[in-house]
């Protein structure tokens, strides 16, 4: 049995020139006991949060998962026999495998949890109800080309199968919809909105609420110079809701493909024995090439509640049709109305001749994209292969202008970067001693110290002890799982 403690106290700092520093913080211990593992952490966007808890040595009633609402306060907590196994470790050649998890899904506002592993769902009281994945979409009647959760339904995207193939028309494609609360299934023609010059494949999604989804095909012309992106909403019935075409300019700059997540990546292996010492074949440079498509120049972030769309992405000076290497100029961020009418743009040029101005793989260069609150809005860029650096960005969400930006320089322990590193419960490899000692931390976690001081004190007045942290900049607050890999101790903290 796991030990859960909720805390909400005042922590009081004092370091430096620093006194009486106060931040007001919520948090959950759990304090595990040597057989206990902690095996699946997810916080959503909106601030809910599950936990899930092993019992490596147990048969029965082994698993515990837990279920928290944005404020941390404990909306169920059940125990299951779960078929989980930790398969972790090496497999010969010296090589290790990835640290296995256990595969729970949360949906946005904590509403269901889909388990993958033991093959259930949870509702919002902790009820369970048995779940065949494999008849999600009845797996050989639609190609999922999309997939994703709701709160209300499971969906898919795709052409029609017969018997494993493609039986519709190139074009035709269909909208598989299962309700997760009693399991019915649905099926709807998809509507054929415009795709530009792209045919349906190109599809992608670009954002799910409780009413409505979206899609979006990008097109992005010759000159590299001017990206439109094709919006369109849906309700559950696959009807459209709104279809907008949004062309994103740039001021004499030209788009580049960076990883931001807004397309794909052709990962190829040039060796016969691609697995580094570390195992990794995904993010070894001498054994892998990694290249991104042209959908990759730019991704979007949906903000329903004020009906605004932010577009965002890297740029270069010079014209670069590769998209695999690029010497990088500055970043960009665009918000418009669901009209399509543009609100602001901010362009804004990178000076760092040592990192980030040099030619780079395009697919190691990392970039997020927060929305923080209503006024404010955040954006990094980073790199943890070769070069090891971080740009933060704070903009003001009224005019898109920069309210402060900061370079940090890092150590990366690339074996906890990639989640190689066996025993922890999530992959933390960045490392700033001279600031935080020898915690290891997330990139995100860094932007978190970088945006609230209250976080960045408290992560310094630790600094002696060995910890890891993980955290989810949400729009109700950022939260941050620290774990003590050694006491096997995890607390999981709010901050608003």
Same mark, same amino acid.
């Given at each position: 049995?796991?030990?859960?403690?909720l805390?909400?106290?005042?922590?009081?700092?004092?370091?430096?020139?620093?006194?009486?520093i106060?931040?007001?913080?919520k948090?959950?211990?759990?304090?595990?006991?040597?057989?206990?593992?902690?095996?699946?952490?997810?916080?959503?966007?909106?601030?809910?949060?599950?936990?899930?808890?092993?019992?490596?040595?147990?048969?029965?009633?082994?698993?515990?998962?837990?279920?928290?609402?944005?404020?941390?306060?404990?909306?169920?907590?059940?125990?299951?026999?779960?078929?989980?196994?930790?398969?972790?470790?090496?497999?010969?050649?010296?090589?290790?495998?990835?640290?296995?998890?256990?595969?729970?899904?949360?949906?946005?506002?904590?509403?269901?949890?889909?388990?993958?592993?033991?093959?259930?769902?949870?509702?919002?009281?902790?009820?369970?109800?048995?779940y065949?994945?494999?008849?999600?979409n009845?797996?050989?009647?639609?190609?999922?080309?999309?997939?994703? @959760?709701?709160?209300?339904?499971?969906?898919?995207?795709?052409?029609?199968?017969?018997?494993?193939?493609?039986?519709?028309?190139?074009?035709?494609?269909?909208?598989?919809?299962?309700?997760?609360?009693?399991?019915?299934?649905?099926?709807?023609?998809?509507?054929?909105?415009?795709?530009?010059?792209?045919?349906?494949?190109?599809?992608?999604?670009?954002?799910?609420?409780?009413?409505?989804?979206?899609?979006?095909?990008?097109?992005?012309?010759?000159?590299?110079?001017?990206?439109?992106?094709?919006?369109?909403?849906?309700?559950?019935?696959?009807?459209?809701?709104?279809?907008?075409?949004?062309?994103?300019?740039?001021?004499?700059?030209?788009?580049?493909?960076?990883?931001?997540?807004?397309?794909q990546?052709?990962?190829?292996?040039?060796?016969?024995?691609?697995?580094?010492?570390?195992?990794?074949?995904?993010?070894?440079?001498?054994?892998?090439?990694?290249?991104?498509?042209?959908?990759?120049?730019?991704?979007?972030?949906?903000?329903?509640?004020?009906?605004?769309?932010?577009?965002?992405?890297?740029?270069?000076?010079?014209?670069?049709?590769?998209?695999?290497?690029?010497?990088?100029?500055?970043?960009?961020i665009?918000?418009? @109305?669901?009209t399509?009418?543009?609100?602001?743009?901010?362009?804004?040029?990178?000076?760092?001749?040592?990192?980030?101005?040099?030619?780079?793989?395009?697919?190691?260069?990392?970039v997020?994209?927060?929305?923080?609150?209503?006024?404010?809005?955040?954006?990094?860029?980073?790199?943890?292969?070769?070069?090891?650096?971080?740009?933060?960005?704070?903009?003001?969400?009224?005019?898109?202008?920069?309210?402060?930006?900061?370079?940090?320089?890092?150590?990366?322990?690339?074996?906890?970067?990639?989640?190689m590193?066996?025993?922890?419960?999530?992959?933390?490899?960045?490392?700033?001693?001279?600031?935080?000692?020898n915690?290891?931390?997330?990139?995100?976690?860094?932007?978190?110290?970088?945006?609230?001081?209250?976080?960045?004190?408290?992560?310094?007045?630790?600094?002696?002890?060995?910890?890891?942290?993980?955290?989810?900049?949400?729009?109700?607050?950022?939260?941050?799982?620290?774990?003590?890999?050694?006491e096997?101790?995890?607390?999981?903290?709010?901050?608003?």
């Amino acid at each position: 049995m796991v030990k859960a403690i909720l805390k909400t106290f005042v922590l009081l700092i004092i370091f430096g020139h620093l006194t009486g520093i106060e931040a007001q913080e919520k948090s959950v211990e759990f304090e595990l006991s040597g057989k206990q593992k902690l095996v699946f952490n997810q916080t959503t966007l909106e601030g809910n949060s599950a936990l899930v808890i092993w019992n490596k040595k147990g048969s029965e009633n082994n698993t515990e998962i837990f279920n928290y609402d944005r404020n941390l306060d404990l909306k169920y907590k059940t125990t299951v026999t779960s078929k989980f196994k930790d398969k972790s470790g090496y497999f010969g050649g010296a090589a290790k495998r990835k640290v296995v998890y256990y595969e729970l899904f949360l949906t946005r506002n904590g509403k269901y949890a889909f388990s993958n592993t033991d093959r259930f769902l949870l509702n919002n009281m902790g009820e369970f109800k048995a779940y065949n994945f494999d008849d999600d979409n009845e797996s050989d009647k639609i190609e999922d080309l999309i997939s994703f @959760r709701s709160e209300d339904y499971t969906c898919f995207i795709g052409p029609k199968l017969d018997k494993g193939r493609r039986s519709s028309k190139p074009n035709d494609i269909y909208f598989f919809r299962r309700n997760n609360n009693d399991l019915s299934k649905q099926i709807f023609s998809f509507p054929k909105t415009y795709y530009g010059e792209k045919e349906y494949y190109h599809l992608s999604l670009a954002g799910v609420g409780e009413d409505n989804f979206y899609t979006v095909v990008k097109d992005l012309n010759e000159e590299n110079t001017v990206n439109t992106y094709h919006l369109v909403s849906y309700n559950y019935n696959a009807e459209v809701n709104s279809n907008i075409s949004i062309k994103v300019k740039l001021d004499k700059k030209f788009f580049m493909s960076s990883n931001n997540g807004g397309g794909q990546t052709t990962i190829s292996s040039h060796n016969s024995n691609p697995f580094s010492s570390s195992g990794d074949i995904l993010n070894n440079m001498s054994t892998t090439t990694h290249r991104l498509d042209a959908d990759s120049t730019g991704n979007i972030f949906i903000d329903e509640a004020n009906e605004v769309v932010y577009i965002y992405g890297l740029y270069t000076n010079k014209k670069d049709d590769d998209f695999y290497n690029a010497s990088f100029g500055g970043f960009y961020i665009h918000k418009y @109305r669901f009209t399509g009418e543009v609100i602001w743009k901010s362009q804004n040029a990178i000076v760092d001749r040592n990192d980030f101005n040099k030619v780079a793989v395009t697919y190691f260069v990392n970039v997020d994209f927060f929305k923080i609150n209503e006024n404010q809005l955040g954006f990094s860029v980073s790199k943890s292969n070769t070069k090891k650096y971080v740009h933060f960005f704070l903009l003001n969400d009224s005019d898109g202008e920069v309210e402060k930006n900061k370079k940090m320089k890092f150590e990366v322990n690339q074996l906890r970067f990639a989640g190689m590193k066996q025993g922890l419960a999530f992959p933390a490899g960045h490392q700033i001693k001279s600031k935080f000692g020898n915690a290891y931390l997330d990139l995100r976690t860094l932007f978190a110290t970088y945006i609230n001081p209250e976080i960045n004190n408290y992560l310094y007045s630790n600094k002696k002890e060995a910890l890891n942290y993980k955290t989810t900049v949400s729009l109700n607050g950022i939260y941050i799982l620290e774990e003590n890999e050694k006491e096997n101790k995890y607390k999981l903290m709010k901050f608003e």
